[in-house]
Antibody, heavy 120, light 106 residues
Framework: VLLVESGGGLVQPGRSLRLSCAASGFFFDDFAIHWVRQAPGKGLEWVSGISGNSGNTGYADPVKGRFTISRDNAKNSLYLQMNSLRPEDTAFYYC??????????????WGQGTMVIVSS | DIVMTQSPASLSVSPGGRATLSCRASQIISTNLAWYQQKPGQAPRLLIYGASTRASGIPARFSGSGSGTEFTLTISSLQSEDFAVYYCQQYNNWHTFGQGTKVEIK
């Protein structure tokens, strides 16, 4: 079971970035997947989650209206479209697979993370 | 929103000693509570879910208890590899993490 994030980088405030998470080793369609971020030297912050069939999505208040989570089950991939980026969005972004597949579930498998730096 | 408060912020324990970490939820979350361990430069690792169920491969020295709003992670007989930051997480209403407890070598 493996999750691999990509798409991070340096971006100016107000610009956009799209993160990807490639999954393998499990039946992707059956599992809700989430994004969690961690600013340098800080704690974990849940960002967004999506159910296996994309029917249920959720967002943390700081990103609501700016970030959009989506998935392509045919490609075993999860995405996070981040618009109107702010310096406070600077963080490592992890994707995480749930234990049993539900959105309201613990996170069993984590990727290695991708760094997003928002700075002019 | 549910706020998760962990205590203490840091804890110094001797190798072989016992560590007791606390986590309090601002609302009742039943047993929808997980604990994670994170070491520098690594992704978090799931230890406990359902407040008391050990994840696969987690040693028996890690145990979780509690329900409602008060939860505890106990690490008995601390090993060198257990010195890390520990986070609790509620998943009763989407997700919230506590601020973390750093377990240091005494």
């Amino acid at each position: 079971v493996l999750l691999v994030e990509s798409g991070g980088g340096l971006v100016q405030p107000g610009r956009s970035l799209r993160l990807s998470c490639a999954a393998s080793g499990f039946f992707f369609d059956d599992f809700a997947i989430h994004w969690v971020r961690q600013a340098p030297g800080k704690g974990l912050e849940w960002v967004s989650g999506i159910s296996g069939n994309s029917g249920n999505t959720g967002y943390a208040d700081p990103v609501k209206g700016r970030f959009t989570i989506s998935r392509d089950n045919a490609k075993n991939s999860l995405y996070l479209q981040m618009n109107s980026l702010r310096p406070e969005d600077t963080a490592f972004y992890y994707c995480a697979k749930t234990v049993h597949g539900y959105n309201f579930d613990a996170f069993h498998i984590w990727g290695q993370g991708t760094m997003v730096i928002v700075s002019s | 929103d549910i706020v998760m408060t962990q205590s203490p912020a840091s804890l110094s324990v001797s190798p072989g000693g016992r560590a007791t970490l606390s986590c309090r939820a601002s609302q009742i979350i039943s047993t929808n509570l997980a604990w994670y361990q994170q070491k520098p430069g690594q992704a978090p690792r799931l230890l406990i879910y359902g407040a008391s169920t050990r994840a696969s491969g987690i040693p028996a020295r890690f145990s979780g208890s509690g329900s409602g709003t008060e939860f505890t992670l106990t690490i008995s007989s601390l090993q060198s590899e257990d010195f890390a930051v520990y986070y609790c997480q509620q998943y009763n209403n989407w997700h919230t993490f506590g601020q973390g407890t750093k377990v240091e070598i005494k």
